[in-house]
């Protein structure tokens, strides 16, 4: 059975880091792109960029581009997704997805606030 | 970005009513589409592929069509638990593009 499964919810402070996984199983791992999704409270669905975890090949939305970093570890069959200083706009539910779409994470909410 | 124009916003109908959503691309992408339905909560769903082939376990009231830049997505007999918010999204390229979402609602 194919399963990503993310880290849990998080609540940080502006300018704070952050990175969250997203882990894979019951597929060939280096084999699929998987990429990030971005919901923001109440608003539609936005992707960020994705990773082939087989050569670490990245890709970003160019919005996204330099506001976050997109990495795996194919070892342990893991994705991420980071921040070097949060904004009170990062404040989202992100999920992670393989690529064909069918398989998404469960999300994992961050929350940046003061 | 290929550019999805989804309409309408949001949309009200009776139970057993025809439903209809259109996603238009801002540039041909083929039959490279997916339509996906998300409830309050959870994570989405993938409902079409390819722009008309239903994915594995979906009920066979939905269905898609379109090629090229105009696309649509119909439920045939809207049922209570088909409330959600309905997303096109488009797989031409790597750089991804989701449609703005329509959410159904109950009248």
């Known amino acids: 059975e194919v399963r990503l499964v993310q880290s849990g919810g998080e609540v940080k402070k502006p300018g704070e880091s952050l990175k969250i996984s997203c882990k894979g199983s019951?597929?060939?791992?280096?084999?699929?792109?998987i990429g990030w999704v971005r919901q923001m409270p109440g608003k539609g669905l936005e992707w960020m960029g994705l990773?082939?975890?087989?050569?670490?090949?990245?890709r970003y939305r160019p919005s996204f581009q330099g506001q976050v970093i997109i990495s795996a570890d194919k070892s342990i069959t893991t994705a991420y997704l980071q921040w070097s200083s949060l904004k009170a706009s990062d404040t989202a539910m992100y999920y992670c997805?393989?690529?064909?779409?069918?398989?998404w994470g469960q999300g994992t909410l961050v929350t940046v606030s003061s | 970005d290929i550019q999805m124009t989804q309409s309408p916003s949001s949309l009200s109908a009776s139970v057993g009513d025809r439903v209809t959503i259109t996603c238009q691309a801002s540039?041909?992408?083929?039959?490279?589409l997916n339509w996906f339905q998300q409830k309050p909560g959870t994570a989405p769903k993938l409902l079409i592929y390819?722009?008309?082939s239903l994915a594995t376990g979906v009920p066979s009231r939905f269905s898609g069509g379109g090629s090229g830049t105009d696309f649509t997505f119909t439920i045939s007999s809207l049922q209570p638990e088909d409330i959600a918010t309905y997303y096109c999204?488009?797989?031409?390229?790597?750089?991804?593009?989701f449609g703005g979402g329509t959410k159904v609602e109950i009248k």
């Open positions: 997805v393989r690529q064909g779409s069918e398989y």
């Open positions: 019951g597929y060939s791992f280096n084999s699929y792109w």
């Open positions: 990773i082939y975890p087989g050569d670490s090949d990245t």
């Open positions: 540039q041909d992408i083929d039959k490279y």
């Open positions: 390819a722009a008309s």
């Open positions: 999204q488009q797989y031409d390229n790597l750089f991804l593009t």
